[in-house]
């Protein structure tokens, strides 16, 4: 979950996108609306 949270803010600092591939990000992205913006 430290990693996922990592990664959602280093791409919100920089301006990009995430393409959730594994199940767990998938899942993470799903309990996160507020997450919905980085979504690619």
């Not at 990664?7 to 998938?26: F, L, N």
Request: hydrophobic content about 40%.
């Amino acid at each position: 979950e430290q990693l996922v949270k990592a990664a959602i803010d280093h791409t919100r600092a920089t301006g990009g996108k995430i393409v959730p591939v594994c199940s767990y990000v998938v899942a993470q992205f799903r309990r996160h609306p507020e997450w919905a913006d980085l979504h690619a």
